[in-house]
């Protein structure tokens, strides 16, 4: 078994309960927003799928917004592989709805953000990597910050793409974080899986957490089963209650 399989996304994962349990135990860090970026420099947000934008860093993106820095969403791909088989989501139906849901998605967080499509194959990324890394080099500016996956996150657009933002940051000056995102459903609590010393927590008050609910709720393609398949929700609510807490996780 390689890495990667050992953090495969499947089954229930590690449920929330354990989560919360271990963290009021072992407090993360607490960080703010303003802390992460630079004045007068720019937040990029490197999106795997569309929806990652949201799950990851919706709370801060809204106020590093609030800040007044620039905040530019780069969706790496359309999300076209998401329901494989599907009569109802064949590729190119499914990839113009999920850049529908996330551009609503975006304007429920209330922020004016920037977003730009890449292209890239879903489930591909990782053979379009030095791509991806020269096309944000060419992009970033020295001092910006940039919120990729985390590099072990499990899914392999996410690994991808945190590589390339690794690499393009490295030659760019850049301020890089890491979100875990599915890292949360394979990791547990006290295995030595998750770089704690590198983890800070980010609070959300009551409207960041209420606007990051309404806009997670803008992608119905991959909150409602497929009656045409009988597969289950991309996105169950046993995932969704590890992304919906009254904090973000960066990891630094």
Request: charged share 25%; aromatic share 6%.
């Amino acid at each position: 078994m390689d890495a990667l399989n050992r953090r495969a996304i499947v089954g229930r994962g590690t449920p929330e309960a354990a989560w919360q349990t271990w963290l009021r135990r072992h407090p993360l860090r607490a960080a703010s927003a303003a802390g992460l970026v630079r004045a007068g420099a720019a937040l990029h947000v490197v999106a795997p799928h569309p929806d990652d934008e949201i799950l990851g860093c919706a709370g801060i993106m809204r106020q590093v917004s609030r800040l007044g820095i620039a905040v530019q969403v780069w969706a790496v791909t359309d999300g076209e592989a998401s329901h494989p088989g599907s009569p109802r989501w064949p590729a190119d139906s499914l990839a113009r709805a999920r850049t529908r849901e996330s551009e609503q998605a975006l304007r429920r967080l209330g922020i004016d953000a920037r977003r730009e499509r890449l292209g890239l194959p879903d489930g591909g990324v990782a053979t379009h990597e030095t791509e991806l890394a020269a096309t944000l080099g060419a992009r970033l500016q020295p001092g910006d910050t940039v919120i990729a996956p985390w590099r072990l996150d499990g899914h392999p657009d996410h690994e991808a793409v945190a590589r390339a933002c690794l690499r393009a940051s490295k030659i760019r000056a850049c301020r890089l974080l890491e979100v875990p995102i599915w890292g949360w459903h394979w990791a547990e609590p006290a295995n030595g899986g998750f770089p704690w010393r590198r983890a800070a927590a980010i609070a959300l008050d009551a409207a960041d957490r209420q606007a990051k609910a309404d806009a997670i709720q803008a992608f119905r393609s991959q909150l409602e089963p497929d009656a045409d398949t009988g597969n289950p929700p991309i996105l169950p609510d046993f995932a969704l209650a590890r992304l919906q807490r009254t904090f973000e996780v960066v990891l630094q």
